[in-house]
DNA sequence: CGCAGACTTGACCGCGCTCAATGCGAGTGG
DNA sequence: CCACTCGCATTGAGCGCGGTCAAGTCTGCG
C-alpha cells in the first residue's frame, strides 16, 4: 500500500476471525476451524480510516482486498472525461479490491464514507493458501463471480431504468443487506450522501431530492436527510421490478 | 447443459490447445507444454451453433464456461421488467460464463450471432486443475478480475455518456478486438444488429441509426449495414472520450 | 454567530424515446 | 422472373423525463 493514510491504531497481526460477527458474510464460512488459523495468520486486522480518507487509490500496486468491518465505504474510478465515478458501496461484511486480484494496480480507488475499519486480505498469502484449499478457492470464484453478476445487475439497472426504479431498488439493495447483518430492513441510515447516491445511479442530485420526495408524498417511505424509514416495501418492489410498464 | 441444440460436429475429446491459433488471448499461455496436456484432456472442443442457437440458457445448470473459437456470441440477462438485456458480446478468443463459475446455475443466457464453435471449458476440472496449478489459478483470477472490470467500464459508460459516446467507444472496443486477432482495426462487419447494439447500449435503435448516420456525414465512418470502415480513428477516441464536455 | 456543505424546490429546455412510415436486401414460392 | 414476405435499417415529427441553472433552506461545526 505504500503509505497508509488514516491508519490510526496499530495493526494487530493476525486477526480473530472465529469471534467475528461477520464470519458468515465474508471469507472464513469456507473452511475449517484448523485452517482457520492459516488464514487468520496471514490477514492483518485493525485498520482504521477517518471519513473521506482513502483505503487505496485507483493505480496504487495492488498488494491486498480489504474486508468491511465497521462503517461503510465506496469505490470511485476516474470515467472517460475525468471525472469520478461510484462504482460501489460496501457494507460491513463485503469486500472491496476483489477486481484487482492478480492485477498489478488498483483498477478503483476505495474511500470511508464515514469512520470505518477493515481487515486486509494479501492478495499474494490469499492465493497461495486458495491453492492448498480447494474450498477457499472455490469461495474466491464465488466472490468474484458474484461481483461480475453484481455489475452487470447495476449495468441493467443504468441501462433502461427510470429514475423512480434506480432509486427504490438501491433502497432495497440497502434494506437487504442491513437485514443479511441481523440490522433493521425496515429503518436505516444512508452511509453515503444524495450527492454519492445521484452519482453511483447516474441520476442528477436534484433528481434524487426530487423522487425521494415524492415517494415520501406517496407514503412509501419517511426520509429526513439520511435517516431512511421504508413503509411500503411490497409498492417500493413494484416500483423496482418497473410494474406498470408495458413493455414487449 | 441437459440438451444441447446445434451440435453438429460431433465433439472430439481432448483439445489440441497448443495448436490453437487463439491460444494466446485464452488460457494456456497460462501453462506450459506439459501442463497443457492435461488442460487439454480437459476441454472439450468442436461445438458447433447456428445463429440465433443457445449456448447455455439463464438458470440451466452451470456445468461448463465456453471459449469462443470462431464467430461471436451475445449473453443476455432478464432484467426486472422481464425484457431481454445484452451484457455483452464476446468474439473469438474470449471466454462466456465466467460470472457463473462455482455457481449451481448460469446467471445469463449465451447465443450466437453468427455459425460459432466454442471449446466447452468444465468448471468442476478446471478448479481442480487450478488447485494444482498455480498459474493457472492466477489466470483465472485475472480473467475473473477483469470481467469485473469490464462491466464496471460498462456501467460507466451507460451512467452518464451520451449516445454518440456510447456508439464511438463500442465501434472502438471492437476494433481494438479485431486487431488484437491480427485482422483489421479499421474494416470489419459487425456480428450484431443495430437492435442489439441499441440493447447493449441501453439506448433506442433509432438513435443508433442516427448516430451512425451522423458519424457517417462527419466523415468518422464509413458505413454500409453491417459493414464499417472506421476512416477517423483519432477523432472518434476524442468523441469517446467526451471532448469539449465541461465537467466540473 | 457565520460559513460551508448538504439538501430541497422551482422553472426551463434538450437529448433521446416513441410512434409511424418508408426503404432495402435476402429468402421463398408460384 | 416477379410478387410477396419478413427482418433489419433508416428517417421524420412530436413529446416527456430528467438535466441544468438558480435560489433558497437546513444542518453541523469552528
Known sequence: MGQLIGKTESPALGASCHRCSL????LPLAVNAEDMKRLENIIQQGRSFNRGENIFKQSDPAQSCFAVRSGAVKTTMLNSSGEEQITGFFLPGEIIGLESISCAR?????????????????????????????????????LLGAE????????MLLSKNTAEERIASLLLSLSSRFERRRLSSREFTLPMTRSDIS???GLAVETVSRVMARFQTQGLIQAKGREVTLLEVESLREVALSFGRARS
Open 148 to 155: 461480475i453478476q453484481n455489475s452487470q445487475q447495476h449495468a
Open 23 to 26: 464470519s458468515n458474510l465474508c
Open 199 to 201: 452519482n453511483f445511479l
Open 106 to 142: 488498483h483498477a478503483c480507488s476505495a474511500s470511508a464514507l464515514e469512520r470505518t475499519s477493515v481487515c486486509e486480505l494479501p492478495t499474494n498469502h490469499m492465493e497461495e493458501l486458495a491453492s492448498t484449499l480447494p474450498s477457499l478457492q472455490h469461495h474466491f470464484f464465488g
